[in-house]
């Protein structure tokens, strides 16, 4: 599988506010929730970015990362632990190229 992020899932991170520097970093193993943090209610206004791009008929998506309530489920202030929560969550993530893969299909 090829490591480069296809240019109509850079529009999508685009849309939903990633500068242009942190796009051209982008990876299609990027994991959505683990690598760029996108999950719960953040995954909702990233599905709309998703809609927009790819169309309103992409199948359901959002049980692929973690919800808000597996993160806000542990005792820490996840702002200054995300990264370390990130390691401890233990459910759904989902790479940038395989989020393409399940839209396209």
Do not use: W
């Not at 982008?26 to 791009?53: H, M, N, P, Q, W």
């Not at 806000?72 to 202030?77: K, M, N, T």
């Amino acid at each position: 599988m090829m490591d480069k992020v296809s240019d109509s899932m850079k529009r999508v991170f685009s849309e939903y506010g990633f500068s242009r520097q942190k796009i051209d970093k982008l990876s299609a193993t990027d994991r959505l929730f683990a690598d760029l943090g996108i999950y719960g209610e953040d995954f909702l206004a990233f599905e709309k970015c998703l809609k927009e791009v790819f169309g309103d008929n992409i199948p359901a998506v959002e049980h692929l990362v973690p919800s808000e309530f597996s993160v806000a489920g542990h005792l820490f202030s996840y702002s200054f632990f995300l990264p370390i929560l990130r390691k401890l969550i233990k459910g759904p993530d989902i790479t940038v190229a395989r989020l393409e893969e399940t839209i396209h299909r």
